[in-house]
């Protein structure tokens, strides 16, 4: 960590923001977390249990409040509050559910934190990113969602253990909703540095078994989670720790988050969905251009197409 102190604000204390914080104090990510909730008392619960690791870990202060001031200076600041899935739900199911929280919370963040990088991580996090975008005055660039980032791990990892190779040496993106129109750019696909379609399988095994099965998998795997334990929280909790550490010391990495679609994609630049952007302390600091072949082109603008529907559905409604 830098020596030059950092503050982030997760605002929600329930799965996602508590195993966020605990990620946070575990990978020493920062020195100081602020927990916010609506109710004190569940934010205290969360933050005393979590500052009890303490003892045992490099020191750094988990503070838990209901006042939005307390969240003024933060350098990162995470919405994670909405209504969770309900098992048979998507997460475009919710998004009439969340709207209104997450215009409510910008609002209050413009008014104390206006500085400060927001990544949104409530369901549907892609349409509720572009939802606190047309909300808060910041720059677009300090505002980002979770995306799609992942559903890449996810498949990076899998596909690492079906190739028999480090995971990190797995380079593949997921892109556009994370939901149920995702895609999966294999075209674009590199192990080790060489094309996917010319890396040797393993026996017994085709590329177009691979790519048939892995992307069902990684569409259906936080569903399948959901219906198991009635939530996920750990995989995006470890997700928006990286984002954070990449902020806080300007890593430069690249991550597929929700972002405005540049226009180079053929989408329009209105619709907010999982794209690789390098992410550093500027938040957003570059949007990639992902070459796609056109298959995987047609997958992009429909996913696009029910990103856009569902937005338009709110003024529809209102």
Not at 75 to 81: A, S
Not at 261 to 271: N, P, R
Request: glycine share 6%; aromatic share 4%; with cysteine.
């Amino acid at each position: 960590m830098s020596s030059k102190t950092s503050k982030v604000g997760v605002i929600g204390a329930g799965n996602v923001g508590a195993a966020l914080t605990y990620a946070l104090v575990l990978l020493n990510t920062c020195n100081t977390v602020v927990l916010f909730a609506r109710t004190l008392s569940q934010a205290e619960g969360e933050a005393w249990d979590i500052e009890d690791t303490i003892p045992l870990l490099p020191e750094m202060d988990v503070l838990p409040t209901n006042q939005y001031e307390d969240l003024a200076d933060s350098d990162v600041i995470v919405v994670t509050v909405g209504s969770p899935l309900k098992e048979g739900e998507t997460r475009l199911d919710v998004l009439s559910r969340n709207v209104d929280i997450i215009r409510s919370t910008m609002k209050e963040l413009d008014r104390v934190a206006p500085n400060a990088i927001v990544i949104v991580v409530s369901n549907p996090v892609d349409v509720l990113t572009r939802i606190a975008i047309a909300t808060s005055s910041r720059p677009e660039n300090l505002i980002l969602g979770s995306g799609t980032v992942l559903d890449s791990a996810r498949l990076r990892y899998q596909l690492g253990k079906q190739l028999n190779v480090d995971k990190q040496d797995v380079h593949v993106y997921v892109i556009g909703e994370h939901g149920d129109s995702e895609l999966t750019v294999w075209s674009s696909a590199f192990v080790g540095g060489i094309p996917l379609n010319e890396f040797p399988m393993p026996e017994g095994t085709s590329l177009s078994q691979i790519k048939q099965d892995y992307t069902e998998l990684t569409r259906k795997r936080g569903y399948a989670i959901t219906e198991r334990k009635g939530n996920t929280s750990y995989g995006v909790a470890t997700v928006i720790a990286q984002l954070i550490k990449a902020i806080l010391r300007d890593e430069k990495k690249i991550f597929t988050v929700s972002v405005k679609a540049d226009a180079s994609y053929g989408i329009g630049s209105e619709v907010v969905l999982g794209l690789p952007c390098v992410i550093s302390q500027q938040g957003i600091e570059r949007k990639l251009l992902l070459p796609r072949n056109a298959e995987e082109q047609r997958l992009l603008e429909t996913s696009a197409a029910q990103l856009n529907q569902a937005y338009n559905s709110l003024h529809d409604s209102e």
